[in-house]
Every structure is written in C-alpha cells, then in structure tokens.
C-alpha cells in the first residue's frame, strides 16, 4: 500500500513536499461495461461492443506533481485496489497525461466512482468512450480495440452537501409524437434515461430524485426516494419519465426535454444519462448531463 509518507516523497516541488493537506480530491464515474475477457478457443475473433470511462490530467505548472487513484466506490461499496503504482500517474511540468488506474477486480455493468488526489492547479477531464473490441487476434494472441465515439463525463472537484440540492438538465428524452406531416419517416424516438447516485458519506442516505417539466410548471412529473449504503453507487436504469408529447416538455426543436433534481441527508453527487437503444446512423446515442448545485435554502 502507498504510505502517506512515500506518497509525499513523490511529488516534492521546487518550493519543498507537497502535504496531503495542500491536495484537491476529485471525483469522477468509472464505467467499463465490456464482459469477462474471453479468448475464443476454435481460432475465430470475437468482436464485442463496450462503453469504457477514460480519464486525462494536465499539469499547468512548472512543477512535477502526481494525480494519485485513493479509492473507487461501486454498488457494493469500495473496491479492492491493486498495486499502489497502478494508481499513480506522474504529471511532469506542463504536460498531461492519461490517469492511471487499476483493482483487483474491475466493476462491470454498473457505475462507480473513483476518489483521486492532485494538486489544485491540475485539469482533469472524463470522457465515456464507445468502442469496438477484437479478442483473439494474431493466432488467438492478441486484442484490440477501435473508438467508435465519446462523449464528456462530469468530474466533481467537491461534493454536494449533505441537505442541498443540485439539478440537471434540460435533460432531452428525444421526439415523443409523431409528425403529423411526414409520418412514414418521423416517429416517436424516445431515449431511456438513466439517474446516478453516489452516496460519499459514512452512513446511509435517503436520496429524493424530482422530475419537473421543462417549460415553467413547478409540479413534480415524478418523485422517487431511494436508500444508498455508505460510500456505495445506484443507477436508477430506465426511470419513468413521460412517454406523451405536451406543451410543458416540449423544445424548441421538436424535441421534449425534462429537469432532474435530486437531494441527499449526506455527501452525494449525481448525474444524468441518457440512451438511444436502437440509434439511427450518425445518432449522438449516449448524452450525460453535469448538474449543478442551486444556491442555499433553493429547493
């Protein structure tokens, strides 16, 4: 395990050590979706499809810096990590480079989050990458993987405090009515929507996720309360939203779009996705949106 006292030796500046106390903790999702590595046995190549969280920092400064990976958090609380140099990236003066992680097991299918360590001045920017992946290539020796897309994933330099809410949106859903004008070609096509929570406390927390039209209607389309253990990550997958067009969700371009708000009576972050199932050529099939925390006592 990397002791406080290695760490610190790592990333001595110009100006002297840089403690624990002069770090920014940052969060971000970490999304790896592919299934268990798998070797096809007859000699064939299998090609599988797979979103994957990716991760960059940069170094601004004339000083040599680290961005070090503290902890993921899963749905069933911390995952184990690996060796301590798998989750350590060195930053060298005015350069980036690509964040470094590893655990003993990887989270699939699900969302966690990691809790990383740098200093202040470092940019850190998350991206959610749709690839396609080729096992058993070279005589059932190798593998690759070709980007397909991405698309910008938020990353949390503090947490919401506990009893505040935060809001994201105007969350699109897609086109929920036909075209009256051209139906055999516009349809409905609407987008599943998916609500992710992190509870970074030390105790359960009640997590209350509002829905509210887009166009001035301050009654709620929908409500939900859920339980998140200490430190642990739901996903809310398909949550209900509305199926019908109207005048309070409709936008500008025929397109409907709704707010999510969520609360928590610890520290949480939260964010909103959303899937097309079955996009159609060139379609943006994944979006997320990044919330933002409204002003004290704002409901």
């Known amino acids: 395990m990397l002791t406080r006292a290695l760490f610190s030796a790592c ?3 110009a100006t002297g050590v840089l403690a624990a106390s002069d770090l920014t903790t940052v969060y971000a999702p970490l999304v790896y979706t592919y299934p268990p590595d798998q070797v096809p046995e007859d000699g064939t190549v ?5 979103w994957e969280s990716k991760l960059s920092a940069f170094n601004p400064t004339g000083d040599a810096t680290t961005m070090e990976v503290l902890a ?13 140099s798998a989750n350590l990236t060195e930053l060298p003066p005015y350069a980036g480079g690509a964040v470094n992680w590893g655990f003993a097991t990887t989270p699939r299918f699900g969302v966690a989050f990691l809790e990383m360590r740098t200093a202040p001045e470092v940019s850190v920017s998350g991206d959610l990458v749709w690839s396609k992946r080729y096992l058993g290539c070279g005589n059932g020796l190798g593998s690759t993987k070709v980007p397909q897309g991405q698309v910008a994933l938020p990353v949390f330099r503090s947490l919401f405090p506990a009893g505040r809410t935060a809001i994201a949106g105007a969350v699109e859903l897609g086109r929920l009515m036909d075209s009256p004008y051209c139906p055999e070609a516009v349809r409905k096509y609407q987008r ?20 509210l039209p887009l166009n001035g209607i301050t009654t709620p389309l929908y409500e939900t309360t859920r339980m998140v253990g200490a430190k642990r990550v739901l996903q809310i997958n398909s949550i209900p939203v509305p199926t019908e067009d109207s005048p309070d969700i409709a936008g500008p371009i025929n397109g409907d779009a709704i707010w999510f708000k969520a609360t928590a009576n610890q520290p949480f972050l939260f964010y909103v996705s959303t899937v097309f199932e079955d996009p159609e050529p060139g379609a943006a099939a994944f979006q997320v949106y990044t919330p933002s925390l409204l002003p004290l006592g704002a409901q």
Do not use: I
């Open 72 to 84: 993921a958090h899963g749905p069933d609380g911390p995952v184990q990590k690996g060796m301590p």
């Open 192 to 211: 599943r929507v998916n609500v992710t929570l992190f509870n970074a406390g030390d105790a359960e927390a009640t997590f209350v996720v509002t829905e």
């Open 46 to 50: 299998l090609v599988q499809s797979g």
């Open 11 to 13: 990333v001595v500046l």
